[in-house]
């Protein structure tokens, strides 16, 4: 009884100290939660965010209207501006020590303005990853259990004493939640998203089949098999349109690195800086194609 009790007042203890800090965000049909940064800044989840602007919720039951002041996609972060008035800014936790699985958590949410929730949990595992709203992968996440109702993405993961750290995002499994790790890097995400700067990085511009689905195809049509990642389609005006990739090419090698899978192709992206060496095989034939970034496309 004496845990069930500690855990009860720990969980009202979160909810005053921490509910103000919680808001909910509504964007038509779309339904998150928030977190209050700073003054009139709000940091939730992109793939809340379906306009340039939305209603946030706090607390108290007041409304104001959010404008969009920044989103990264690839990251699934926005900041919002909003009038926080008295809601006071969450802490950060620090740094270090790291999180460590069997860490208690308590997740808070405000899921589309319908009230606050608290719920509590473990810290079940770290440098997890899933795949944000692009498809782009979010590695090093914090995995924990404290449930989650729909809507509470873009809401905070906050230890013992209140603080940050991290931003519930995803459902992974049955009670098993997902959340970007609090830091010192997300904060300064989250202040050049503040400031409007939105985070530009390479894209090729191709749909791409994955590397069985392109063993399977050119099997069917009498090619060798071989790892890589099968172009399905080429955007129009595209690093990858200007390079010369074409639909059925085969991304065997790009900067150097052998493509097996997706997240190959991703880590050469993050590496390139203004071009980036692709090495194709299109029908039996190999080609050494660059494509080169300006601004992201």
Known sequence: MAVLEEIQEAVASITERVGPSVVGVVDGWSHGSGIVIGPNRVLTNAHNIRADEMTVTFDDGRNARATVLGVDLDG????????????????????????????????????????LRVTFGIVSGTSRSFRGPRGRRISGSLEHTAPLLPGSSGGPVVDADGRLLGVNTNRLGEGFYLAIPAGSALRARAESLARGETPSRPRLGVALAPAEVARRMRRAVGLPEQDGLLVRGVEEGSPAAAAGLAEGDLIVAAGGREIHALEDLQNALEAASATLELRVVRGVEEHRLEARFGSAS
């Open 76 to 115: 699934d972060l926005a900041v919002l501006e909003a009038d926080t008035g008295s809601a006071p800014a969450m802490e950060w936790a620090p740094d270090s020590p790291a999180v460590g699985v069997g860490r208690p958590v308590f997740a808070v949410s405000n899921p589309g303005g319908r009230g």
